[in-house]
């Protein structure tokens, strides 16, 4: 089992940034990747980012590339998901996501371990 618990969240004006974080604990061991998923009120769980425990190989959606870097601490079992530029419609429940074995990093299902969620709010 691997436990996830997120922090950063809250509440920002249009152009700021928040740096989501998302620590590990369990069998990290076997982490293979990690990603970032939001779901806004009434819509479905997108992907953010995600990142592979070795490499590492980072993943972006467009909707966010060049905006949001995820990166990893290893040694702290944490990743990062540092948002800059950000606008109206980031605003959602972000949640982080690990997984242990190969396969496609953006589909929320091949996810088996998930954290609480932290609500990002992008508003002036």
């Known amino acids: 089992q691997v436990q996830l618990v997120e922090s950063g969240g809250g509440l920002v004006q249009p152009g700021g940034s928040l740096r989501l974080s998302c620590e590990a604990s369990?069998?990290?061991?076997?982490?293979?990747?990690m990603g970032w998923f939001r779901q806004a009120p009434g819509k479905e769980r997108d992907f953010v980012a995600a990142?592979?425990?070795?490499?590492?190989?980072?993943y972006y959606a467009d909707s966010v590339k060049g905006r949001f870097f995820i990166s990893r601490d290893a040694a702290k079992n944490t990743v990062y998901l540092q948002m800059n530029s950000l606008k109206p419609e980031d605003t959602a429940v972000y949640s982080c996501a690990a997984r242990t074995g190969l396969g496609n990093v953006k589909l929320a299902n091949n996810y088996p371990y998930w954290g609480q969620g932290t609500q990002v709010t992008v508003s002036s």
């Open positions: 369990g069998r990290t061991s076997s982490t293979y990747a």
């Open positions: 990142i592979t425990w070795s490499g590492p190989i980072t």
